[in-house]
């Protein structure tokens, strides 16, 4: 059995120390390739020294919204650079955030660069990764205006409802599943997951955020790396989506499962206990699953100088 993951963050500075020993663990689980996103100027080297590293690394370079006051003058031409010098990659993490986080970011300016870096997605003929926060109807808006997208995008860590997964579905979105799933309300979770095609499911770890609400024996644990400045302990970009963000869709179970320790963060392996969950919900095994989804995953990522389209 298989696994694609189809967004994470191996570059994060708290886990970028034990990035080889991580790797190493998710390849002996059965998960094959790893899409690592940068999210900001500063890390996209790191994702591109991995990638050169990893042959199972694609690598992936976007300006996330958390880090869009902090670009210099040139950084897009430094992301036109990246794609230069690694013409494996494609776009990613970019996206709209109006979550706690998101609301301190000027929102025009979010959307100003997201427009741009949805439309080099377009222009380079590469998926784009999205991270959406509250803002899921703005999101649609300006698909529609940039889109179609032949070459897909992948909405990450998707919450949204199941009533837009047609309209993003129709743009040539992608709903990639991550721990954050878990914190939904099982019926709305279900609800939404019945909407979204076989053909247009993907799973990812989102590490090391989204540690998935499971049994702590069920799970692969990574102690954050204490030697990391705090200014940069949220440098991965998605610790938005808890509980606070997520509001009224999170079930009472995800309430009280708060037992796991606060220094531990997500493991790329404990992508196996997303595809558990996804797989019980949707009444699939999870070799099923498996397949459909790293199927998906390599059809996506098969664009023309793709790592995929090389064996490993």
């Not at 708290?14 to 990035?19: D, G, K, S």
């Not at 003929?125 to 926060?133: F, L, N, Q, W, Y």
């Not at 531990?264 to 498996?290: Q, R």
Request: charged residues 20%; glycine residues 6%; negative net charge.
């Amino acid at each position: 059995m298989k696994l694609f993951d189809a967004h994470c963050h191996l570059q994060d500075p708290r886990i970028l120390n034990m990035a080889p020993q991580l790797i190493e663990t998710a390849l002996d689980s059965g998960v094959v390739r790893f899409a690592v996103n940068g999210v900001c100027e500063k890390d996209w080297h790191l994702v591109k020294q991995m990638s050169d590293t990893y042959p199972c690394i694609i690598p992936c370079f976007g300006l996330h919204p958390w880090y869009v006051h902090e670009r210099t003058p040139n950084w897009f031409i430094t992301l036109r650079q990246c794609f230069e010098s690694s013409p494996s990659a494609t776009i990613g993490e970019i996206g709209l955030d109006k979550g706690s986080h998101g609301r301190e970011i000027d929102f025009t300016d979010q959307v100003e660069i997201f427009r741009q870096q949805l439309e080099l997605a377009k222009e380079l003929k590469r998926p784009a990764s999205i991270h959406c926060v509250r803002a899921y109807g703005d999101l649609l808006q300006i698909m529609q205006c940039v889109g179609p997208f032949p070459a897909g995008v992948i909405l990450h860590s998707y919450l949204g409802s199941a009533e837009m997964v047609p309209q993003f579905s129709n743009l040539g979105a992608y709903f990639s599943f991550s721990g954050h799933l878990m914190s939904m309300k099982p019926q709305k979770a279900k609800k939404m997951l019945k909407m979204v095609s076989s053909e247009r499911i993907l799973l990812e770890s989102d590490a090391p955020d989204a540690l998935p609400k499971s049994k702590m024996d069920s799970l692969f644990l990574v102690a954050r790396d204490a030697s990391v400045p705090e200014e940069l302990q949220a440098q991965g970009g998605n610790s938005a989506l808890n509980a606070e963000t997520l509001g009224d869709n999170l079930s009472h179970a995800a309430r009280d499962a708060s037992t796991l320790p606060k220094e531990m963060l997500n493991h790329p392996a404990n992508i196996h206990n997303v595809l558990n969950y996804v797989a019980s919900l949707l009444e699939m095994t999870k070799e099923e699953l498996a397949e459909v989804s790293y199927e998906n995953a390599v059809r996506l990522f098969s664009y023309e100088d793709s790592k995929v389209l090389l064996k490993i």
